[in-house]
C-alpha cells in the first residue's frame, strides 16, 4: 500500500503555519511528511521561503509519530556536506529516529546566493557524490578527514547521533543521477512518475528501496478558482527540471513561463473537488513503481480545508492503492 505524504512547501507558507499545517497533517492520518529547502520562492507570487532547518526543529516538537524528511536538501554549495551531516544528526535525535535526508544537487535559484557561481551538471554530479561520502561517513560517528577535489574536511566528528543512522533518499531524474541514487541512497527521490527511472534504480542496486514521488494538488470546491491559483502559483514547473535547475532568480521564472496557460498547468495538476482525478494520478506513481507519494496543497491560505477533505474522502479512497 503506497504511503501518503503531507508537504510543507516552504516556498508559499509562512513559517509558523507550517509548524500549524504539520501538527493538523498527523491529526488528519498522513503517513509522513516532508519539506523543502529553498532560499527563494520560485516566483514572486509564491511570497515565502522561510528557513526549512528551523521550521523541522518546531515540526519535530509539535508531531509525535510523523516521519520528516527534507524534499529536498543541495549539501553542494549553500551548505557545506559536513554541516549538513551535523543538522540531519540532530534532527535524527529530536525525532527519535523519525527523519530522513532527502539530498539533491540544486537548483541555481537557491545556491548562486554564496556568489559561487553555478557549475554544470556534471560537476554538480561530482560534487554531490563527494558530499554524500562525507556525509555518510561522518554518520559512522567516526573522526572525518577528507579531501577530494571539491569538498575538504578536517578531523570533523559529530557528537550526536541517533540510535540508528539517518536514512538518505537521493533525488534523481535519470542516467547519472539515478545511478548516483542507487550506489549511496536508501531511496530514491522523483518528481514523475517515470517508470524508466525506478527500473534504472533497482538495476543499478536500489530494487526493494522506497521510492517518493510527489504530487500537487489545487483542491477546493470551486473548480475555476482551484484552477486558477494552479496557474498562479504553479506555472513555474511547466517547463521542466533541466530549465529549473538553471534559472537564477524568481523574475526568471516569470519570464519563462508568461506565455503558460491555465490548461498547461492544469495537465498535471488536478484541481477543484474532483476526488477521483487526485486518485488517479496517484495510482500512476504507483504503477511505476513508487512506494510514497508527498501531496502538496497548492495556497498556504487553502491548507486547512485541504487537511479537512484529506481526513474525510482523500485519504480513505487512497488507501487501497
Known sequence: MVAIGYTMMCEQTPARQ????????ERAGFDYAVISDHYFPWIEEMGHSPYAWSVLGAAAQA???????????????????AVVAQKAATMGELTR?????????????????????????????????????????????????????????????????????????????????????????????????DADLVGLFAAAGGRGKPVYGQLPVSYGQDAEAA?????????????????????????????????????DVAETVPCGPDLEAVVEAVRRYTEAGFTHVALVQIGHEHQREFLDWSAKELLPALRGL
Do not use: Q
Open 97 to 193: 529516529g523519525r527523519f530522513t535526508l532527502g539530498l539533491g544537487a540544486g537548483e541555481n535559484l537557491n545556491e548562486h546566493v554564496i556568489g559561487e557561481g553555478w557549475p554544470p551538471v556534471d560537476t554538480r554530479h561530482e560534487m554531490f557524490r563527494e558530499a554524500v561520502e562525507i556525509i555518510r561517513e561522518l554518520f559512522e560517528g567516526n573522526y572525518t578527514t577528507y579531501h577530494g577535489e571539491y569538498f575538504d574536511v578536517d578531523s570533523a566528528k559529530l557528537f550526536d547521533l541517533p540510535d540508528d543512522p539517518v536514512p538518505i533518499a537521493i533525488a534523481a531524474s535519470g542516467g547519472r543521477s539515478g545511478e548516483i541514487a542507487a550506489e549511496y541512497g536508501d531511496a530514491l527521490v522523483a518528481t514523475d512518475p
Open 227 to 263: 484552477r486558477e491559483r494552479a496557474h498562479r502559483l504553479w506555472r513555474w514547473s511547466v517547463p521542466g527540471w533541466k530549465v529549473m535547475a538553471e534559472l537564477p532568480a524568481p523574475v526568471n521564472f516569470d519570464a519563462a513561463t508568461r506565455t503558460v496557460r491555465p490548461e
Open 18 to 25: 507550517l509548524v500549524e499545517d504539520v501538527a493538523e497533517a
Open 63 to 81: 508531531t509525535e509519530r510523523l516521519p520528516l524528511m527534507t524534499y529536498v536538501t543541495c549539501p553542494i554549495m549553500r551548505y557545506h556536506p
